[in-house]
């Protein structure tokens, strides 16, 4: 079945950074645009990062310029390299998958997430 794992996150102070991890099994990864989304306490999801089929990658505003995302297709694994992390960033961060090959929405595969905290 869909099994999306990620690792990576945790403790670190303003500034510094953290690479989380994705490791995809059960479908074809590289047919997938692959998405990183968070959640704060007590806030709604936030889209941070796609990476398309074709290699093309989307950024909201928030983190456009710190984060980086990519994918390691023989690993079948998602990155999301996060510098410069700042007070707005800590959140759980889940590496999502839409219903569909090709869609760039309507996830229905999620992983358990990766919590980030921020503090000096």
């Known amino acids: 079945q869909v099994q999306l794992v990620e690792s990576g996150g945790g403790l670190v102070q303003p500034g510094g950074s953290l690479r989380l991890s994705c490791a995809a099994s059960?479908?074809?990864?590289?047919?997938?645009?692959m998405n990183w989304v968070r959640q704060a306490p007590g806030k709604g999801l936030e889209w941070v990062s796609s990476?398309?089929?074709?290699?093309?990658?989307w950024y909201a505003t928030s983190v456009k310029g710190r984060f980086t995302i990519s994918r390691d297709r023989a690993k079948n694994t998602l990155y999301l390299q996060m510098n410069r992390l700042n007070a707005e960033d800590p959140a759980r961060y889940f590496c999502?998958?839409?219903?569909?090959?090709?869609?760039?929405?309507?996830?229905?595969?999620w992983g358990q997430g990766t919590l980030v905290t921020v503090s000096p």
């Open positions: 059960g479908f074809t990864f590289s047919d997938y645009v």
């Open positions: 999502v998958r839409p219903v569909a090959a090709g869609w760039y929405s309507a996830f229905d595969a």
């Open positions: 990476f398309d089929v074709n290699g093309a990658t």
